[in-house]
């Protein structure tokens, strides 16, 4: 095993694009007022976080640690295919959601996000398996 992928950096490294695109997907179905997340977070006191005061910077901060996570992963596999997926769905998710709404745009952005991170993990698999031992 490499000593990259040992240790807290090594985590980091390998799953910072899942963390902010998760998050992404949090902060967007909020804002697109998903019913079932909506009526989880305010049964379970939550429901404060339904205000865009709170989800624009949230999804910012989100998408820039997916995008991160992106970069990381071009530099470990050197393919910049997910990290271009992955800009490009950004700048949709949130010119969609917040400065044209249109809900089935904003839902391709969640899904190129989510596209971009499962390359950048088959990415990172096929450059680890081609490795030689």
């Keep these: 095993m490499k000593k990259e992928n040992v240790g807290p950096n ?4 390998r799953h910072l694009d899942k963390i902010g695109v998760g998050g992404s997907l949090f902060a967007a179905l909020c804002c697109l007022g998903f019913p079932a997340l909506v009526s989880i977070l305010s049964a379970i006191g ?3 976080l339904i205000n865009d005061d709170i ?3 949230l999804m910012i901060v989100f998408l820039l640690v997916a995008i991160l ?4 992963g071009m530099h470990h596999h050197g393919n910049p ?3 271009i997926v992955g800009i490009l769905s950004a700048v949709t998710l949130y010119a ?3 400065v044209s709404f249109n809900e089935v745009m904003a839902g391709l952005g969640i899904a190129g996000l989510v596209i971009a991170s499962l390359l950048n993990v ?3 698999q096929r450059q680890l398996k081609s490795q030689p031992k």
Aim: net charge positive; with cysteine.
């Design 69 to 72: 996570g992106l970069v990381l």
């Design 122 to 124: 088959f990415l990172r």
């Design 46 to 48: 939550l429901g404060f």
């Design 10 to 13: 090594g985590f980091w490294k």
């Design 96 to 98: 969609f959601i917040y």
């Design 55 to 57: 989800l624009r910077p």
């Design 81 to 83: 295919c997910a990290l």
